[in-house]
Structures are given as structure tokens and as C-alpha cells.
């Protein structure tokens, strides 16, 4: 059974800080893995989708690496700013199970 | 392209009765997946739907239901509501299984 593990669970920074969330799974025979981030109260918004083939994937600020082989994956937010303050979620996804969801990190950027 | 459209967004039910929620997909999207989120469990997966048929199922009890038509949307149904089932309820969109996910806003579920 997939297990999903996120850390650190909360991370405070000044803005502009460039900051790492971890993520790590314990079964590698995933197909895709995806970083979601939840403002509070709110549904999920997708920030980037890694395909198991792929290494890494970047959108803007954001830049998400993977290592199957390892179960781990990092997401790097470049220059941070007040408005990424949110949960960041890590989703594997591979066989029946859907996505499985880490408990997510809660950043917190300070103006 | 509209997002994901979920109804209603906030619901306040009795211990006992029961209840239904709407999702409707993405133009085009034809995988239709819910997620309850509390707490305590955060996210977990209750069942897929793609072409009007269930694909997988997570590990809940009988009293979750759910349904796509053949337009896409989706309802999943809630009996016989414990209190333990007060959640945010998500769906999912995309245009197959492994491809990506697009969350709607969630229907709060408060169970009294």
C-alpha cells in the first residue's frame, strides 16, 4: 500500500526566500506523480505533473524534480512570495489506488 | 474552459438521512474521481468513474455510492450519515485515469 510522506509539515520563510518540500512514497510503480497546492478551505489547484519517464517538470517560479527509483520527489519554489502562502500536496499515482495524498506542508511567507 | 463545478458547495445533514452531491467534469473529460478530506484521514480516495462505469473503488464502506451519466457529470450518494462522515468532499476531472487531475471546489458536508 502506497505511503506518502511530506515534510517538513509547516515552513515559515521571509519573501523571497527560495525554499524545498520534500516528498517521499513508498512504492515506486507509480505512473505519474502531481504537486497540488490548497488555499484554505478550498479545492485543489494543480501546480505540475511529473510523468514516471520524466526527471523534472517547471511552470514559472516552480520547479518539481523526480527520482522514481528512490520514492522521492522535491518541489523548489524560486523567490517566494506572500501570495504562495498555502498546503502544498504530493500525489503519486499508480495502480488502483488514484492519487494518494501526503498530509502536506503549510507555508507560511512573510511580507 | 469552465472548471470543475461542484453542488452544492455547503450541506448541513442529520445523523441518518442522506445525501447527494454533483460534480460536473470538464468539457471533454470523461474520469471522474471523488475524495473525501478530513483532519484527521486528509485525503483519501473513494472511487473513479469513466464512461458511465465504476473502475476502482477505495476502501469505504457500502453507504458510498456513485454514479456518471452519460454526459459525464457525476453524483456520488452518502446513506444512513454518520457524524464521522463530515468532510470536504472533492472531485476530480481528467481526460483519462493516469493523465491530470482537476479538482473542483469541494461540497462541505457537516453531519449533526
Known amino acids: 500500500k502506497q505511503e506518502v510522506t511530506q515534510i517538513p509539515a509547516a515552513l515559515s520563510v521571509p519573501e523571497g526566500e527560495n525554499l524545498v518540500l520534500n516528498c517521499s512514497f513508498t512504492?515506486?510503480?507509480?505512473?505519474?506523480l502531481q504537486w497540488f497546492r490548497q488555499d484554505p478551505g478550498k479545492g485543489l489547484t494543480s501546480l505540475l505533473l511529473?510523468?514516471?519517464?520524466?526527471r523534472e517538470q517547471t511552470s514559472g517560479r516552480l520547479n518539481a524534480s523526480l527520482d522514481k527509483s528512490s520514492g522521492r520527489s522535491t518541489l523548489y519554489i524560486a523567490a517566494s512570495q506572500p501570495g504562495d502562502s498555502a498546503t502544498y500536496l504530493c500525489a503519486p499515482q499508480g495502480g488502483s489506488e488514484k492519487l494518494v495524498f501526503g498530509k502536506g506542508t503549510k507555508l507560511t511567507v512573510n511580507p | 474552459k469552465a472548471g470543475v463545478t461542484q453542488t452544492p458547495r455547503y450541506l448541513i445533514k442529520t445523523r441518518g438521512q442522506q445525501v447527494t452531491l454533483s460534480c460536473s467534469p470538464i468539457?471533454?473529460?470523461?474520469?471522474v474521481s471523488w475524495y473525501q478530506q478530513t483532519p484527521g484521514q486528509g485525503l483519501q480516495f473513494l472511487f473513479e468513474?469513466?464512461?458511465?462505469?465504476?473502475?476502482n473503488k477505495g476502501n469505504f464502506p457500502g453507504r458510498f455510492s456513485g454514479r456518471q451519466f452519460s454526459n459525464s457529470r457525476s453524483e456520488m450518494n452518502v446513506s444512513t450519515l454518520e457524524l464521522g462522515d463530515s468532510a470536504l468532499y472533492l472531485c476530480?476531472?481528467?481526460?483519462?485515469?493516469?493523465?491530470?487531475?482537476?479538482f473542483g471546489p469541494g461540497t462541505r458536508l457537516t453531519v449533526t
Open positions: 511529473i510523468q514516471s519517464s520524466q
Open positions: 468539457s471533454g473529460h470523461r474520469s
Open positions: 476530480a476531472s481528467s481526460t483519462d485515469s493516469y493523465y491530470e487531475q482537476y
Open positions: 512504492d515506486s510503480a507509480i505512473y505519474n
Open positions: 468513474y469513466f464512461s458511465e462505469t465504476q473502475r
